[in-house]
């Protein structure tokens, strides 16, 4: 072995005894219960890139394995990267353990799902129909959030009235809803005929709007709002005045 050699060698030796431990080869760095506190900051704050690098740093080096690749699906989801979260969901889904555990999962699947509108409607559904108690309420929600992200703001806000009025003191909504309100009756087929209705209305003194409603696979129909209320009374107030003036009007 030459000198130039025997030299480089002695510092290779010298590099790999003093590197931290926990470090890696190339890019290192230490993991440990801060990485996974500063990840789940990252998490709270939305930077997804940010919470993604620090859970996939922890699922590596074992740092709470299980909830480390749950969050790093979640952070792949909102990244936009479905097929590579459903995989990572697929392998927690594998070693899943205990009925919590198997629904958080569930959920989070149905998220991984929502590039395709028509299978992640199912799954929620099929949560929905299944789900008991306070994981209920997180289904919910859920699911009220994948109606409005797909445009469907009608659709949103039943779900998240009727979770309110099921749960009064849940905290899975993200504001306070509007708990009551007054629509009419049905849902119409063409905008048109929502429209003529709306200005009917108008006509007689009572403002409204106009809300879509669009399921997965299906066309949209179309429902007038007159207002909504966080108390009941004036709801009952308001449709007893359209009842007045020869307009349909029940609460929600």
Request: charged content about 30%; proline content about 3%.
């Amino acid at each position: 072995m030459t000198l130039h050699m025997r030299s480089n060698f002695a510092l290779l030796i010298l590099v790999l005894f003093t590197l931290p431990t926990g470090c890696r080869w190339a890019g290192s760095y230490t993991v440990t219960e801060q990485t996974f506190t500063d990840a789940g900051e990252a998490y709270l704050k939305k930077d997804w890139l940010g919470a993604y690098t620090l859970f996939r740093r922890c699922r590596r080096m074992d740092v709470h394995k299980e909830d480390a690749e749950y969050h790093e699906a979640l952070c792949l989801v909102e990244l936009g990267r479905f097929e590579k979260a459903r995989s990572r969901l697929r392998e927690l889904r594998d070693d899943v353990d205990g009925n919590q555990w198997s629904q958080r999962i569930d959920l989070a699947m149905a998220r991984a799902r929502e590039d395709n509108p028509d299978r992640a409607e199912r799954l929620y559904l099929q949560m929905q129909d299944h789900a008991g108690g306070a994981y209920r309420e997180q289904v919910m929600a859920a699911y009220a959030g994948f109606r409005a992200r797909i445009g469907d703001s009608a659709g949103a806000g039943e779900i998240r009235r009727r979770l309110a009025r099921m749960y009064p003191s849940t905290s899975f909504l993200p504001e306070k809803p509007s708990r009551y309100a007054v629509q009419a009756p049905v849902m119409y087929r063409s905008r048109e005929e929502a429209d003529g209705v709306r200005s009917r209305a108008l006509k007689a003194g009572f403002d409204s709007v106009v809300l879509t409603s669009c399921a997965p696979g299906s066309s949209p129909l179309y429902l007038v709002q007159y207002g909504s209320f966080y108390q009941q009374d004036g709801a009952k107030k308001l449709v007893y005045g359209l009842r007045k003036n020869g307009i349909e009007g029940i609460i929600r």
